[in-house]
């Protein structure tokens, strides 16, 4: 992801691009590692284990979304209920045989917010979650 540091500086991007790298930019980060020594962006902290209860305190301090990005960390925010929208981006291509989009042991109840197609195939979908998340 520190590619967005730098991505506004990179000729002829789309607007799309720019608009994304100054909110990247601007967005206080933390990074969930064990073995990260230090962070690589600015307004990034590295954090040594998922908190929940200190995401929690987050979300309660704020007025904007939070994300969560990569399988591993999603599925501790998903399973501590955590997490109550979804956006999947949805391509027509394999590459390969990836991750797993949700965690095993998990019940969840999505119903559809919106969605975005595109003319080359690409689907944006973003779901709530009725209930919230909860254990199997």
Not at 10 to 25: E, G, M
Not at 43 to 54: G, L, N, Q, S, V
Request: with cysteine; net charge negative; proline share 5%.
């Amino acid at each position: 992801m520190v590619y967005w540091e730098t991505a506004h500086t990179i000729p002829d991007q789309p607007q799309f691009v720019l608009d994304f790298a100054r909110q990247w930019q601007a967005a206080e980060k933390i990074i969930y590692s064990r073995t990260l020594a230090e962070p690589r962006s600015a307004r990034t902290r590295i954090e040594r284990e998922f908190d929940p209860e200190a995401v929690r305190r987050l979300r309660a301090d704020v007025e904007h979304d939070i994300t969560v990005d990569g399988p591993e960390l999603a599925a501790q925010a998903i399973r501590a209920g955590l997490v109550d929208e979804f956006q999947m981006i949805v391509c027509p291509a394999v590459v390969d045989g990836g991750k797993r989009f949700l965690p095993d042991g998990v019940r969840l109840d999505f119903e559809l917010l919106d969605e975005r197609r595109f003319g080359n195939g690409v689907l944006i979908l973003r779901y709530g979650i009725r209930g919230g998340a909860r254990g199997a």
